[in-house]
């Protein structure tokens, strides 16, 4: 479990430690202070530096652009590029800029630097470039004793996945990361949807699922997953089924909280024994169903082995966690609100009594 977390040079970080972190964890503070930054920065470090953690934050955040390439077989085909230098504190893209993340012995520490490329890549590996063009690369150090991995970057600091030496590289070298998801506020696509199902059904977890999604439908009997749902557009291929024998329902049909509950539960099964990462953890939820929302997942972590980094602007999402807070002794030392502020060089850590005190005299912590 990550106990601490110290950022080095990582977007808009300079130096930053978060203190005293417990199994489930609250990212608060206003908007652009970097909490959902902190929850990059963990898949990062428990992903061991793998470049493509990267890549899938640059999608999300669509630091991205087309370019469009035409072929003999393919032609007028677009390519979406990602720089990676906004991951760098600053947006440099230049030799010996260097970003950080960190914790303590069993997970270690990852270091990414921007680097000249080493010229025996050059020639097959960027036919575009100049003579005078001096090709970069990616070099990744871990603590593993695999050591450092360089990846080659295109003149614009974007990783190009085309080029199957840079998949194996990868795929090759990097030891397995531990199971974990990240649930954006847009929740997870019906692609994940169906692949998350799958592995509930083949571990035999359907009622859990169907139990959590009960805080919002309480007759619901069961939840199914058509064949070809995956490769829908949408998530309108899941149907509801419930007490009474009436015919399903496509999720569709209701709002944005079951699909977002779905997507929770989901996420909770696929994470056990690694760690889940959620953007603003109560979109979609009435604020009358958050004290059910925080049980689900807490009690979840614990028996699954699960480690929670959330954010919210909620302070109804805050005042649901004090809720349970107050009635579970046992969660004292299990829960964690960290107020992220830029002002500072760490987070500001209240534990579950000063989260339950904070709440009765309405104490602003967000």
């Not at 929850?39 to 793998?50: F, I, R």
């Not at 496509?250 to 990462?277: C, H, K, N, W």
Request: glycine share 8%.
């Amino acid at each position: 479990m990550i106990d601490t977390l110290k950022l080095e040079n990582y977007r808009g970080f300079e130096k930053y430690k978060l203190r005293e972190l417990s199994m489930v964890n609250l990212l608060v503070g206003p908007n652009n202070c970097g909490k959902t930054s902190v929850l990059e920065a963990v898949h990062l470090l428990v992903s061991q530096g793998d470049p493509d953690v990267l890549v899938k934050s640059s999608q999300r955040r669509s630091e991205s652009y087309a370019v469009e390439e035409q072929s003999p077989d393919t032609p007028h085909v677009l390519h979406y590029r990602y720089p990676l230098h906004h991951h760098f504190h600053g947006h440099r893209l230049e030799p010996g800029v260097r970003l950080s993340v960190s914790t303590g012995a069993e997970l270690g520490q990852v270091q990414i630097y921007i680097v000249e490329d080493e010229p025996d890549d050059a020639p097959d590996l960027f036919p575009d470039f100049s003579e005078a063009a001096r090709p970069l690369a990616l070099l990744v150090q871990t603590g593993s004793s695999k050591g450092e991995i360089r990846f080659p970057l295109t003149e614009d600091g974007s990783l190009d996945w085309r080029f199957r030496r840079v998949r194996r590289r990868s795929a090759s070298r990097r030891p397995k990361p531990p199971p974990t998801e990240f649930v954006t506020a847009e929740s997870l696509n019906s692609r994940d949807m169906a692949e998350s199902w799958n592995q509930v059904n083949r571990e035999g977890r359907e009622a859990e699922v169907v139990e959590a999604m009960r805080i919002l439908q309480r007759d619901l009997k069961s939840i199914y997953f058509p064949t070809g749902a995956s490769s829908r557009g949408g998530l309108g291929g899941v149907l509801l089924g419930f007490r009474g024998g009436n015919p399903r329902v496509p999720i569709g049909s209701y709002g944005d909280g079951m699909r977002r509950l779905l997507a929770l539960s989901l996420s909770l099964v696929r994470a056990t024994d690694g760690f889940l990462l959620i953007d603003e953890i109560d979109t979609g939820l009435h604020w009358t169903v958050l004290e059910e929302m925080w049980k689900l997942v807490i009690d979840a972590a614990i028996s699954s082995s699960i480690q929670v980094f959330a954010t919210t602007h909620s302070l109804d999402c805050i005042n649901g966690l004090a809720t349970v807070l107050k009635k579970r002794q046992d969660l004292e030392k299990k829960v964690s609100v960290q107020k992220i502020e830029r002002q500072l060089d760490h987070s500001v850590s209240f534990g579950a009594v000063d989260i339950v005190k904070a709440a009765d005299l309405s104490i602003e912590m967000r």
